[in-house]
Nanobody, 122 residues
Framework: QVQLVESGGGLVQTGGSLKLSCEAS????????MGWIRQAPGQERVLVAAISLTSGNTIYGDFVKGRFTIARENAKNTVSLQMNNLTPEDTAVYFC???????????????WGQGTQVTVSS
């Protein structure tokens, strides 16, 4: 059974940094796209970043503006999201997401992590 196991998140002040990690536990194929989707209270889910474990190609939400970096560790089916220069607008629950084919804006995969809270204080 495949599970997405998340770690990281927490509380940080404006301008601070956090790192999220997600492992696709139990997944044996090398063909996988993984990413992070966030949801703030009262708002829709939006794509933060995604990466293909096969090609390394990445996609980011426009609001990232060079502040976040998604990276892969193929041997472990793990991706990390380094978030720098955080602002209160980044406060949300961040969900790890995975699909064998594609993750893009408004199109998510069927596998979800439990979500991790990121709170940025002003």
């Amino acid at each position: 059974q495949v599970q997405l196991v998340e770690s990281g998140g927490g509380l940080v002040q404006t301008g601070g940094s956090l790192k999220l990690s997600c492992e696709a536990s139990g997944y044996t194929s090398s063909r996988l796209m993984m990413g992070w989707i966030r949801q703030a209270p009262g708002q829709e889910r939006v794509l933060v970043a995604a990466i293909s474990l096969t090609s390394g190609n990445t996609i980011y939400g426009d609001f990232v503006k060079g502040r976040f970096t998604i990276a892969r560790e193929n041997a472990k089916n793990t991706v990390s999201l380094q978030m720098n220069n955080l602002t209160p607008e980044d406060t949300a629950v961040y969900f790890c997401n995975a699909d064998e084919i594609r993750i893009t804006h408004g199109q998510w995969g069927p596998l979800w992590g439990q979500g991790t809270q990121v709170t940025v204080s002003s």
